[in-house]
T-cell receptor
């Protein structure tokens, strides 16, 4: 049973729309992450957070933003979706000092 | 900075045969190493990790991996695969002295395809 939940699982949306991808975890982990995954490519870190009110950008330039108002919740927002945003988005978490991640099942986004 | 190279993008194998998925890394400092598995339409799941100690690490589902510092490798093995092992496998590395951040660098993945 997943302890980290992502919604929606699949999303098809038109260019220019604003969207929010949801991620919640029930494990009390301080650290949360958003990755972008494309077939045959490395996972790219988009954003991460080490706790409430802490957010940082990752190594992949992105037009997205995140917030961390509650420990368990780490939503990702695209203000204006573009076809280049078509990808799978994975949320992950781990506790402070922890080395391995727990991943959600992902959101597959298609921008048309 | 660290990097990871998964030497095979795809590994086809017959059921009950042994398999090895290869992973090489580069880093100028001590590392932690990981293997994750991703089944279709799911997120990644941690298979095993090497932090320190014995270089042979056993994980879930009968998988094991061996850390070889001199060859900077962390190959994943299973003596007898099942159809259900068909999945994408990702190797990842993070520096041990990262100030506690432990944000890993992932490889591009190896698709293990098990044929009946």
């Amino acid at each position: 049973e997943a302890d980290i939940y992502q919604t929606p699982r699949y999303l098809v949306i038109g260019t220019g729309k604003k969207i929010t991808l949801e991620c919640s975890q029930t494990m009390g982990h301080d650290k949360m992450y958003w990755y972008q995954q494309d077939p045959g490519m490395e996972l790219h870190l988009i954003h991460y957070s080490y706790g409430v009110n802490s957010t940082e950008k990752g190594d992949l330039s992105s037009e997205s933003t995140v917030s961390r108002i509650r420990t368990e919740h780490f939503p990702l927002t695209l203000e204006s979706a573009r076809p280049s945003h078509t990808s799978q988005y994975l949320c992950a978490s781990n506790p402070t000092g922890g080395t391995g991640y727990t991943f959600g099942s992902g959101t597959r986004l298609t921008v048309v | 900075a660290q990097s990871v190279t998964q030497l095979d993008s795809q590994v086809p194998v017959f059921e009950e045969a042994p398999v090895e998925l290869r992973c090489n890394y580069s880093s100028s400092v001590s590392v932690y190493l990981f293997w994750y598995v991703q089944y279709p339409n799911q997120g990644l799941q941690l298979l095993l990790k090497y932090l320190s100690g014995s270089t042979l690490v056993k994980g879930i589902n009968g998988f094991e991996a061996e850390f070889n510092k001199s060859q900077t490798s962390f190959h994943l093995r299973k003596p007898s695969v099942h159809i259900s092992d068909t999945a994408e496998y990702f190797c990842a590395v993070t520096t041990a002295s990262s100030g506690g951040s432990y944000i890993p660098t992932f490889g591009r993945g190896t698709s293990l395809i098990v044929h009946p």
